[in-house]
């Protein structure tokens, strides 16, 4: 009997994550699904009790993220393939008015976290000589956009860190990809404005949003390319956004 392979995304609770989890179900893969928001991974796991594996973690705590990838049962301790999606944007003022604590909430989760969960898994995979890390970025890495100065500048260092681990790991046969998306309709909007679901709306004016599902195919595609090959990095743009 052939093992399905084990896929670990963060952020699986909700929008890109979600979908990316849903994908790699469909292609036959079991996932570990990551997220503070534990109610609805348990959810996840009710509807595939045998392929998903709901796991409590904040990207943020280092020590605890440790902790959760070391206590996966032994059944599911070998990441083939890393989604580190976890992230958000906070703040929509100036980066000299704006709320220090969003800078902190946004560094943390998209940069550190990334960092911290990659550092568990990437190891194992060095030794293995496999496995595939796919970084969700965006667009916004590679401009800026008034309000945007400090989640710009979280997206463009997940730029570098991508391009920096795939020297990292040069050699080992593990690859490192990126997507960066545009405008995609999710709870990120609703995040980055704290609730405020008529700002939330009004990103989309004139625009019809990317699917989670959009990236999600993108993610998966990435995945199933044969060993040899890696897509190094993918900006997908809804049609109408600028
Ligand atoms: P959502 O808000 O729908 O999803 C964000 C996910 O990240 C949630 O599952 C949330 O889970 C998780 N998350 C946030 N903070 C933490 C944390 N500290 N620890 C663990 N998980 C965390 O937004 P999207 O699906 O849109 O965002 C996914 C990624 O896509 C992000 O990296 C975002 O920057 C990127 N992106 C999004 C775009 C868009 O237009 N939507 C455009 C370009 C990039 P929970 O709260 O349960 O922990």
């Known amino acids: 009997m052939t093992t399905l392979p084990v896929v670990l995304v963060t952020g699986a609770s909700s929008g890109i994550g979600r979908a990316c989890v849903d994908a790699f179900l469909a292609q036959g893969a079991r996932v570990i699904a990551a997220a503070r928001r534990v109610d ?4 996840l796991h009710d509807e595939n009790p045998n392929t998903v594996l709901p796991v409590a973690m904040d990207v943020r705590d280092r020590a605890g993220v440790t902790a959760a990838l070391a206590a996966l049962p ?8 890393l989604v580190n999606n976890a992230g958000l944007a906070a703040g929509r003022g100036p980066v000299h008015t704006d709320d220090p604590d969003n800078w902190d909430r946004m560094l ?18 060095v030794e293995r000589g496999s496995g595939h890390v796919i970084n969700i970025g965006s667009n916004a890495g590679r401009e800026v956009y008034p309000g945007g100065t400090v989640y710009c500048a979280t997206k463009a260092a997940v730029e570098r860190i991508t391009r920096g681990m795939r020297m990292d790991v040069l050699g080992s046969g593990v690859r490192i ?13 609703l995040v980055r404005f704290d ?16 699917l989670p599902s959009d990236i999600a195919e993108v993610v998966t595609w990435i995945a199933s390319r044969p060993p040899h090959v890696v897509i190094a990095d993918v900006l997908v743009y809804p049609t109408d956004q600028a």
């Open 40 to 43: 609805r991974l348990e959810l």
């Open 74 to 81: 032994e059944a599911w301790n070998t990441i083939d393939i």
């Open 108 to 125: 943390d989760t998209n940069v550190r976290g990334l960092l911290n969960v990659s550092s568990c898994v990437l190891p194992r995979m």
């Open 177 to 189: 990809s990126q997507v960066d998306p545009g405008m995609v309709q999710t709870e990120f909007s």
């Open 195 to 210: 609730g405020d679901s008529s700002a939330a709306d009004a990103v989309y004016d004139g625009v019809t949003p990317l």
